[in-house]
């Protein structure tokens, strides 16, 4: 052992060992962080620090692979020169700054997602406007550069003291006695590399252990490589003509009938009656968990005008969001579909034209909007949108829509903002386009349905000045700033004309944390509904379960509409008591909530049946499955999937 850093390789060696024990360090902080979540299972942590050890190990040796041929073959009469020091002070400088902001970066993305790097950390990469400005306005960036650049000189000066540098330049082994040491290192990046995966982690129904037993920048790599998973690949299968069966039969209300009669056809003619239009704005507020409510237990006060407004709407009580992420919530608005198993559909290729929401508006003679306070190019929102056939209001960085995508685009003009940080303008700026809008179409006699997507309740936190009593920087305070705003824009709303021909439908996209004990947290997906100023309006609680696709389907019943739909979405008040159902999912774990069972599908083609319990909505295993709501689950996630894949979810 003690040869290992005495020698050509003692650099590569240290620098392999301090990443292998960093890598435990945090681990051993994440342990902490979340003992409150963990399964106390003695074999399954140490289980969970060994995997850990060898997810350590492999990236460790990938991180240094190309250093190891370096020293292999550079020639004897070069080590210890000026380019070999430039290249060893250069590569590992690179390397240590890659490694130190890696781990330190995994403390705040689990502090927000409870897990280690995913597809999430993937799509920061892209949107780099948006991510380096939250990261600047979150974060002391000044001292976080300063930090990480005194540890890299600090592990060169313990490096030198140790004199493994001072072994490095000097001793001029030939080849062959450097293949004693290149080779195994190599051997362990190239076998590791391959023979590792994720999955092997996923031993156990506890999320924090099975996070534990990762290494992050494993993680980020596997993320990248199942961006979008193939369904049939992945998933536990019924044969499709069984899968159309068992969906249709769960979709059909009594007020449809299928369109037409071939197996995978699952459009329905929907039968209205005492038809309303209003104009509708569907306002979806960034990371409103039901946890804020008074109606849900806050204590708080930090929602009165969403707590007022309850009370004189129709409010959904026990509706779930079906992911973790806005794309989810979007998805779920417009689509009207299960979470299927990868990105959301927002953000794949192809994703225009889709029969949705839009689709059923447009029929009726409504121009939709959706306005969002920063650049739609984030997360694809504007390709997909815009390839729904919705007019975009948005802030307009110069990120261009693709060539393919006909609408019409309008910025927000820099003197039509107050404050703005990161992720876009503040809630009560993003209001005033949406009535600015609202009026331009009343005065065209144009029926409007208009997305609105807040920002304010995002990291970091901060909104205008002197409008609530809470300090910037905190989640509450940036809650009660955008309950603060949706008050003021219906107080300014009611002074226009079109008020009252408009019906406000208030949501979130999901809630502001999923982290917790399980792979699918369900009480982190419980958010709130209102359905407000509909015509002959009337107030009522539904405390029937109720899925985030169900929402806009449940709205149309209330107007009357007669429509065809091929949604996966049904009006809560015609579906059958006992047959309510909530999806849930996050980009590899798929579920369905009905009653009190939970079933429960992954990539590794388990499935799994849980018991839901108390406040918490705890969860424990079934041994004895119950194969109708097996086959139920799987025909849902199984045909959404093979029906955007083969485009059949494109309007006719």
């Given at each position: 052992?003690?040869?290992?850093?005495?020698?050509r390789?003692?650099?590569?060696?240290?620098?392999?060992?301090?990443?292998?024990?960093?890598?435990?360090?945090?681990?051993?902080?994440?342990?902490?962080?979340?003992?409150?979540?963990l399964d106390?299972?003695?074999?399954?942590?140490?289980?969970?620090f060994?995997?850990?050890?060898a997810f350590?190990?492999?990236?460790?040796?990938l991180?240094?692979a190309?250093?190891?041929?370096?020293?292999?073959l550079?020639?004897?009469?070069?080590i210890?020169s000026l380019?070999?020091?430039?290249?060893?002070?250069?590569?590992l400088?690179?390397?240590?700054?890659?490694i130190y902001?890696s781990l330190?970066?995994?403390?705040?993305f689990w502090?927000?997602f409870?897990v280690r790097?995913?597809?999430i950390?993937?799509?920061?990469l892209?949107?780099t406007y948006e991510v380096?400005?939250n990261?600047?306005?979150?974060?002391?960036l000044?001292l976080?550069?300063?930090?990480?650049?005194?540890?890299?000189i600090l592990t060169f000066?313990?490096f030198?003291?140790?004199?493994i540098f001072?072994?490095?330049?000097s001793?001029k082994?030939?080849?062959?006695?450097?293949?004693?040491?290149?080779?195994p290192?190599?051997?362990?990046?190239?076998?590791?590399?391959?023979?590792?995966?994720?999955k092997?982690?996923d031993?156990?129904?506890?999320?924090?252990?099975n996070?534990?037993g990762k290494?992050?920048a494993?993680?980020?790599?596997s993320a990248?490589?199942?961006?979008?998973?193939?369904?049939?690949?992945?998933y536990?299968t019924?044969p499709?003509?069984?899968?159309?069966s068992?969906l249709?039969?769960?979709?059909?209300?009594?007020?449809?009938k299928y369109?037409?009669?071939?197996?995978?056809?699952?459009?329905r003619?929907?039968q209205?009656?005492n038809?309303?239009r209003?104009?509708?704005?569907?306002?979806?507020?960034?990371?409103f968990?039901?946890?804020?409510?008074?109606?849900?237990?806050?204590?708080?006060?930090?929602?009165?005008?969403?707590?007022r407004?309850a009370?004189?709407?129709?409010?959904?009580?026990?509706?779930?969001?079906?992911?973790?992420?806005?794309?989810r919530?979007?998805?779920?608005l417009m689509?009207?579909v299960?979470?299927?198993p990868g990105?959301?559909?927002?953000?794949r290729p192809d994703n225009?034209e889709?029969?949705?929401?839009?689709?059923i508006?447009?029929?009726?003679?409504?121009q939709p909007?959706?306005?969002?306070?920063?650049?739609?190019?984030?997360d694809n929102?504007?390709?997909?949108?815009?390839?729904?056939?919705?007019?975009?209001v948005d802030r307009d960085?110069?990120?261009?829509?693709?060539d393919?995508?006909?609408?019409?685009?309008f910025?927000i003009?820099d003197?039509e903002?107050t404050?703005e940080n990161a992720w876009?303008?503040?809630?009560e700026?993003l209001?005033?386009?949406?009535i600015k809008?609202a009026?331009?179409?009343?005065k065209?006699?144009q029926p409007?349905?208009q997305f609105v997507?807040?920002t304010?309740?995002?990291?970091p936190?901060?909104?205008?000045?002197g409008?609530?009593?809470l300090?910037q920087?905190?989640?509450?305070?940036?809650v009660k700033y955008?309950?603060?705003?949706?008050?003021?824009?219906?107080a300014?709303a009611?002074?226009k004309s079109?008020?009252k021909?408009?019906?406000f439908v208030?949501v979130?996209d999901?809630c502001a944390n999923?982290?917790?004990?399980w792979e699918?947290?369900?009480?982190?997906?419980?958010?709130?509904a209102?359905i407000y100023?509909l015509p002959l309006?009337k107030?009522?609680?539904?405390?029937r379960?109720?899925?985030?696709i169900?929402?806009m389907p449940?709205?149309?019943?209330?107007?009357?509409w007669s429509?065809?739909?091929?949604?996966y979405g049904?009006?809560i008040n015609q579906?059958?008591v006992g047959d309510?159902r909530?999806?849930?999912g996050?980009?590899r774990?798929?579920?369905?909530?009905?009653g009190?069972i939970?079933?429960?599908i992954?990539d590794?083609?388990?499935v799994?049946?849980f018991?839901v319990?108390?406040a918490?909505?705890s969860?424990?295993e079934v041994?004895?499955k119950n194969?109708?709501l097996?086959s139920?689950t799987?025909?849902?996630?199984?045909?959404?999937?093979e029906r955007f894949?083969n485009?059949k979810?494109?309007?006719?």
């Amino acid at each position: 052992m003690k040869k290992l850093f005495n020698g050509r390789f003692s650099t590569l060696f240290g620098v392999l060992s301090l990443y292998v024990f960093l890598s435990f360090m945090v681990r051993i902080i994440l342990l902490i962080w979340s003992v409150k979540d963990l399964d106390l299972n003695i074999m399954h942590i140490l289980r969970a620090f060994f995997t850990g050890f060898a997810f350590d190990l492999t990236m460790g040796s990938l991180f240094l692979a190309l250093y190891t041929v370096y020293l292999l073959l550079i020639p004897r009469k070069w080590i210890g020169s000026l380019l070999d020091k430039c290249f060893t002070y250069f590569y590992l400088s690179l390397l240590l700054f890659i490694i130190y902001f890696s781990l330190l970066a995994e403390i705040p993305f689990w502090e927000e997602f409870g897990v280690r790097f995913n597809f999430i950390a993937i799509d920061y990469l892209i949107y780099t406007y948006e991510v380096f400005e939250n990261i600047d306005q979150s974060y002391p960036l000044p001292l976080i550069g300063a930090v990480l650049i005194g540890l890299i000189i600090l592990t060169f000066f313990l490096f030198k003291k140790l004199d493994i540098f001072k072994n490095t330049f000097s001793v001029k082994n030939p080849i062959r006695h450097r293949l004693i040491y290149a080779v195994p290192v190599l051997t362990i990046a190239v076998v590791l590399g391959l023979v590792m995966k994720n999955k092997q982690a996923d031993f156990t129904d506890n999320l924090v252990v099975n996070e534990l037993g990762k290494n992050g920048a494993f993680s980020f790599v596997s993320a990248y490589q199942s961006n979008e998973l193939d369904y049939e690949i992945f998933y536990p299968t019924l044969p499709e003509k069984e899968a159309y069966s068992v969906l249709k039969q769960d979709l059909l209300q009594d007020n449809q009938k299928y369109f037409t009669e071939t197996n995978d056809g699952i459009s329905r003619v929907t039968q209205g009656n005492n038809e309303h239009r209003p104009n509708i704005i569907l306002i979806t507020i960034e990371s409103f968990s039901g946890e804020f409510l008074k109606a849900f237990g806050n204590k708080d006060n930090i929602t009165p005008n969403y707590d007022r407004l309850a009370d004189q709407s129709i409010f959904f009580t026990n509706l779930y969001a079906t992911g973790t992420r806005t794309v989810r919530g979007m998805e779920a608005l417009m689509l009207s579909v299960p979470p299927t198993p990868g990105n959301s559909i927002v953000r794949r290729p192809d994703n225009q034209e889709l029969f949705s929401v839009s689709a059923i508006v447009k029929a009726k003679n409504y121009q939709p909007y959706f306005i969002y306070g920063g650049d739609g190019y984030f997360d694809n929102m504007n390709t997909f949108f815009g390839g729904q056939g919705f007019d975009i209001v948005d802030r307009d960085r110069g990120n261009p829509l693709p060539d393919n995508i006909k609408t019409d685009r309008f910025q927000i003009k820099d003197n039509e903002v107050t404050f703005e940080n990161a992720w876009g303008i503040c809630d009560e700026d993003l209001y005033k386009q949406s009535i600015k809008y609202a009026d331009k179409s009343t005065k065209a006699n144009q029926p409007f349905f208009q997305f609105v997507m807040t920002t304010s309740n995002h990291k970091p936190f901060t909104f205008p000045k002197g409008k609530i009593d809470l300090p910037q920087g905190d989640r509450n305070a940036a809650v009660k700033y955008t309950d603060y705003a949706l008050g003021k824009f219906l107080a300014d709303a009611k002074t226009k004309s079109w008020f009252k021909n408009t019906v406000f439908v208030i949501v979130a996209d999901h809630c502001a944390n999923s982290a917790g004990r399980w792979e699918i947290n369900i009480a982190n997906h419980h958010i709130p509904a209102i359905i407000y100023n509909l015509p002959l309006q009337k107030t009522e609680k539904i405390n029937r379960l109720t899925s985030q696709i169900d929402l806009m389907p449940t709205l149309f019943g209330y107007l009357g509409w007669s429509y065809t739909t091929s949604l996966y979405g049904k009006d809560i008040n015609q579906t059958k008591v006992g047959d309510e159902r909530a999806f849930l999912g996050n980009y590899r774990t798929l579920g369905m909530l009905k009653g009190t069972i939970f079933t429960q599908i992954d990539d590794r083609r388990r499935v799994e049946q849980f018991i839901v319990s108390g406040a918490s909505q705890s969860l424990s295993e079934v041994k004895s499955k119950n194969d109708t709501l097996i086959s139920r689950t799987i025909s849902y996630y199984q045909t959404a999937s093979e029906r955007f894949k083969n485009g059949k979810m494109k309007e006719k």
